[in-house]
């Protein structure tokens, strides 16, 4: 499985971004896919996760702004971020995981300015 993510850029504060992971196969019917993201100097960390059958789970940092989804049809994954922080700003990578397979993509910066 590969995984591309993109939508990446600088915005300003309290804007919005949308980013999309594309898969090379069809696998969103059956991995449990996420975003994550990793801030200079700090660890990665979970963001927002959906599984194979539509359930989304977020890190409390994000609820209420962030918005996962995905096109089974397209093979893509979509964050929708709204309301962005400063605090928002990481790259940002996709990920897919099934039965201690996982894949990630190559990660998209996102920068927010204040």
């Known amino acids: 499985v590969q995984l591309q993510a993109s939508g990446g850029g600088l915005v300003q504060a309290g804007g919005s971004l949308r980013l999309s992971c594309e898969a090379s196969t069809s696998i969103f019917n059956s991995y449990r896919m996420g975003w994550y993201r990793q801030a200079p100097g700090k660890q990665r960390e979970m963001v927002a996760v959906i599984t194979s059958d539509g359930g989304t789970h977020y890190a409390n940092s994000v609820k209420g702004r962030f918005t996962i989804s995905k096109d089974n049809a397209k093979n893509t994954m979509y964050l929708q971020m709204n309301s962005l922080k400063p605090e928002d700003t990481a790259v940002y990578y996709c990920?897919?995981?099934?039965?201690?397979?996982?894949?990630w993509g190559q990660g998209t910066q996102v920068t927010v300015s204040s």
């Open positions: 990920n897919a995981y099934r039965s201690g397979a996982v894949a």
